[in-house]
């Protein structure tokens, strides 16, 4: 299967615990988008990579959320001192950007935390 | 600001019958996606609509795109009970390095 993959898919944590997730984006796709989507909503932006350089961050991501994409490939999103209204599902997603390209993105199947 | 909207929000509607949702956003742009999404799963990406007037049909789905008045629909034609699910529009922000910016999805129930 070549599509964009999570880990974890689900992931159960205490209030005030650490967590990270990774994202394995389509190989060939030099973009890759963190959203959160809450029950109800539509997906809420929260960074966004162009190969290895984080080139925008959401105004509303408290910063005790952080992302890397050290070699352009896989990324990491950690979340530090989780609180229960970080319940949500995490989504990745990739695109090819570029000349020819349309940025249509390839989203993977999600990790859904959930904070006691 | 990019803002999109999307109407309904939700919609229940009997198999056999046609409906459209729409898509509008508030400042020009060229780009425009409509996603699936199915309970508790991930995004679907179903059309990319790319200039004025294109048209992309997909089985029952219809998809649309007029720039100059900031619209898009997505028609279903003769529902059937499997096309139950969360549509979504999102439109590129060419300000913002063509960022999506997303509708807040229509939740079509479709009765057999």
């Known amino acids: 299967d070549t599509g964009v993959s999570q880990d974890p898919r689900h992931k159960i944590t205490k209030r005030g615990q650490n967590v990270t997730f990774r994202c394995d984006p389509i190989s060939e796709h030099n973009r890759l988008y963190w959203y959160r989507q809450t029950l109800g909503q539509g997906p809420e932006f929260l960074t966004y990579?162009?190969?290895?350089?984080?080139?925008?961050k959401s105004r509303l991501l408290s910063d005790r959320f952080s992302a890397e994409r050290p070699k352009g490939s896989f990324s990491t999103l950690e979340i530090q001192r989780t609180e229960q209204g970080d319940s949500a599902m995490y989504l990745c997603a990739s695109s090819p950007f570029g000349r020819g390209a349309y940025n249509e993105q390839f989203f993977g199947p999600g990790t859904r935390l959930t904070v006691l | 600001e990019l803002k999109v909207e999307q109407n309904p929000l939700f919609l229940s509607m009997q198999e056999g019958k046609n409906y459209t949702i729409y898509c509008n956003y508030s400042t020009t742009s060229d780009r425009l996606y409509w996603y699936r999404q199915d309970p508790g799963k991930s995004l679907e990406s179903l059309f990319v609509?790319?200039?004025n007037g294109a048209v992309k049909q997909e089985g029952r789905l219809m998809a649309s795109l007029d720039t100059k008045a900031r619209l898009s629909t997505l028609h279903i034609t003769a529902a059937v009970h499997d096309l139950s699910a969360t549509y979504f529009c999102?439109?590129?922000?060419?300000?913002?390095?063509?960022?999506?910016?997303w509708g807040a999805g229509t939740k079509l129930i479709i009765k057999p």
């Open positions: 609509l790319l200039s």
């Open positions: 999102a439109v590129a922000n060419m300000d913002s390095n063509y960022q999506l910016i």
């Open positions: 990579f162009q190969n290895e350089a984080q080139l925008e």
